[in-house]
Nanobody, 126 residues
């Protein structure tokens, strides 16, 4: 059974950092393009970042460029999202998913992804 499980969320002060993990089970992650998304209170789900299967290409939403970094550790069957310089507006539930077609676009689109994890909550507050 294909499954993605997110972890690493929590409560952090503005300016702080967190590293989210997206662990895969039931399949080998390395050939798959993975996206990170978030949904804040009262907002629609939005794309945050994407990394191609095999690495070598990543995309980021403008709101997180220069602060977030996506990476993959295929030996651990895991994709990470390192989040630095966190802001209150980053507060959201973060989820990862598998790209249906294979490669990242300019900005991750919800409709291009499938097999969503349950998400992990990130709260940025003083």
């Amino acid at each position: 059974q294909v499954r993605l499980v997110e972890s690493g969320g929590g409560l952090v002060q503005p300016g702080g950092s967190l590293r989210l993990s997206c662990a895969a089970s039931g399949f080998t992650l390395e050939r798959y393009t993975i996206g990170w998304f978030r949904q804040g209170p009262g907002k629609e789900r939005e794309g945050v970042s994407c990394i191609n299967g095999g690495g070598g290409f990543e995309t980021y939403a403008d709101s997180v460029k220069g602060r977030f970094t996506i990476s993959r550790a295929d030996a651990k069957n895991t994709v990470y999202l390192q989040m630095n310089g966190l802001k209150p507006e980053d507060t959201a539930r973060y989820s990862c998913a598998i790209h249906k077609l294979g490669r990242c676009g300019a900005v991750p689109r919800v409709t291009d992804f499938t097999s969503w994890g349950q998400g992990t909550q990130v709260t940025v507050s003083s």
